[in-house]
């Protein structure tokens, strides 16, 4: 089993920062790709970034430039650092990890952009 708890979530003025954090304990093994997704109100489940155990990403459109995802494989660790920050990026982040067929998320973290 793996479970993933995320942290850093929080209140930011437009233009502000923030860092998510997402731990992940159990069989830490079997993780390979890592990714943060978010939701907003009304809006469906999005892919934001993603990070292979080799340090590969990926980045969705409107966050490229803004959003830098890494890990820390020691710790068992994935970060997001979001920079510039948009009304637009309110939402629920979640993070993510899939062990063979199985999909793990977390339990969220609600990152609130005032404008």
């Known amino acids: 089993q793996v479970q993933l708890v995320e942290s850093g979530g929080g209140l930011v003025q437009a233009g502000g920062s923030l860092r998510l954090s997402c731990a992940a304990s159990g069989s830490t093994f079997r993780i390979n790709t890592m990714g943060w997704y978010r939701q907003a109100p009304g809006k469906q489940r999005e892919l934001v970034a993603a990070?292979?155990?080799?340090?590969?990403?990926n980045y969705a459109d409107s966050v490229k430039g803004r959003f830098t995802i890494s890990r820390d494989n020691a710790k068992n660790t994935v970060y997001l650092q979001m920079n510039s920050l948009k009304s637009e990026d309110t939402a629920v982040y979640y993070c993510n990890t899939v062990i063979g067929i199985a999909i793990k998320w977390g339990q969220g973290t609600q990152v609130t952009v005032s404008s």
């Open positions: 990070i292979t155990s080799g340090g590969t990403t």
